[in-house]
């Protein structure tokens, strides 16, 4: 009867959930190529901001290599149009790097169920999107205020899923998932400042906000991956070498705790509310 019972047991599912953290998301490429070395294959993909760049590259299976070459190849010029800082650019050239490497899909083709974050400026709500246009769901989830111009997506309008739910490691719950991994690509976002200039305030303001949002995916989630790349700009692509190899060692220094996670045999999170009332699902 036992093995009878074994053979009808419903398998585990374990989603992963990318954060946002600008250019420092390249660490997430370390982290997949860990994955990846391991065999791991997750159930269901999140991702916010950039994390829904690198968790759409890993929905469709691309292998950490080619995701490396996009990322050493790409210049900031190619995502922000607008030369001017107060000038937001639109998000054209996201989407159309998005195009080349994906082509002109919809989410549901995907390899992997995926989701990506965003937040409707219409309505304030956090959007989770699960159908539709690849490249305009990633360009919405990626979209900074003042840095980008929001996106049109059928009756919303969308801007960064980071305003809302910068480590979205609550959405592959929604989707039936027992485990979530969470992998956050700036786990040092918040510094203070002793300078009392405006912008310099202004930027310190909004890491704390950020802080505030990127606690729930540490809540939500099971297990976090998390690195610290204060030493770079989460505005330039330098340093990708350093930023792939920091995601890289973080992620195998857990792998023993995220075997345990493969093997069902790590303590599962007991609360079940994880605020599916806030979030528009499309």
Do not use: W
């Amino acid at each position: 009867m036992k093995n009878i019972f074994n053979l009808f047991k419903r398998k585990i599912k374990i989603g992963v959930a990318f954060g946002g953290g600008g250019a420092k998301g390249v660490t997430h490429i370390g982290v997949i190529k860990a994955f990846q070395e391991f065999g791991l294959d997750f159930d269901y993909v999140a991702g916010t901001s950039v994390g829904s760049i690198m968790g759409a590259c890993y929905a469709n299976n691309m292998k950490y290599e080619d995701i490396l070459k996009i990322a050493k190849e790409l210049k900031t010029s190619d995502i922000r149009t607008s030369k001017l800082f107060f000038i937001p650019s639109k998000t054209e050239g996201l989407e159309t790097m998005m195009t080349s490497t994906f082509g002109d899909i919809n989410i549901e083709n995907l390899k992997k169920p995926f989701s990506a974050v965003a937040v409707d400026i219409k309505s304030t709500k956090e959007i989770c999107i699960s159908h539709g246009n690849l490249a305009k769901a990633v360009a919405g989830s990626c979209c900074v205020p003042g840095v980008f111009q929001p996106v049109s997506f059928g009756d919303y309008l969308l801007c960064d899923g980071g305003l809302q739910n910068n480590i979205p490691a609550n959405i592959p719950r929604f989707f039936g998932c027992d485990y979530v991994i969470a992998v956050d690509c700036n786990s040092t976002r918040t510094y203070g400042t002793e300078s009392s200039k405006t912008l310099d305030v202004l930027a310190c303001s909004i890491r704390i906000l950020m802080k505030s949002n990127s606690i729930k995916g540490y809540m939500n989630a099971d297990l976090t991956i998390a690195s610290d790349t204060k030493k770079f700009k989460s505005t330039e692509l330098q340093g990708i070498d350093e930023m792939v190899d920091i995601g890289y060692r973080n992620a195998i220094d857990m792998m023993p705790e995220i075997m345990k996670i493969f093997a069902g045999k790590y303590p599962k999170k007991k609360s079940k509310d994880f605020g599916k009332d806030d979030i528009l699902f499309i």
